[in-house]
Nanobody
Framework: QVQLVESGGGLVQAGGSLRLSCAASGSTFNINAMGWYRQAPGKQRELVAT???????NYADSVKGRFTISRDNAKNTVDLQMNSLRFEDTAVYYC?????????????WGQGTQVTVSS
C-alpha cells in the first residue's frame, strides 16, 4: 500500500503562483512514475505532468512553460510549481503514483487539493 498526502493548494489571482507538494509513504520502494492530474467541475480528470523515477518529465500542452514538476526520490516527494496561473487552471489537483512489482501495476491517488484561480 502507498499513501499520498498533498498540500499547497489555495486561492490565487490570475498570474500568480502556487506550489503543490505530495508526500508518499508505505511501500514506496516500487514506485515508478509520479505525477499530478486535475479535475475541473463537470470535466474528466486530466494529466497535468508526470515524472519518471529517472527524472524524465511529461507535461500537458496547456501547462508547458508555466508548470514545473520535480521529484525527490530519497524523500518520496513530488512537487508541482505552478506559475502564471490562469482561471482555467482552477481544479482539484490529485497526486498520482504508479507502483510496479510482482507483475502488478497499481495506481495510487491522493485525496486531492483545491486550486482556485480568480480572474
Amino acid at each position: 500500500q502507498v499513501q499520498l498526502v498533498e498540500s499547497g493548494g489555495g486561492l490565487v489571482q490570475a498570474g500568480g503562483s502556487l506550489r503543490l507538494s505530495c508526500a508518499a509513504s508505505g511501500s514506496t520502494f516500487n514506485i515508478n512514475a509520479m505525477g499530478w492530474y486535475r479535475q475541473a467541475p463537470g470535466k474528466q480528470r486530466e494529466l497535468v505532468a508526470t515524472i519518471s523515477s529517472s527524472g524524465t518529465t511529461n507535461y500537458a500542452d496547456s501547462v508547458k512553460g508555466r508548470f514545473t514538476i520535480s521529484r525527490d526520490n530519497a524523500k518520496n516527494t513530488v512537487d508541482l510549481q505552478m506559475n502564471s496561473l490562469r482561471f482555467e487552471d482552477t481544479a482539484v489537483y490529485y497526486c498520482n503514483a504508479v507502483w510496479n512489482a510482482y507483475g502488478l501495476k497499481i495506481d495510487y491517488w491522493g485525496q486531492g487539493t483545491q486550486v482556485t484561480v480568480s480572474s
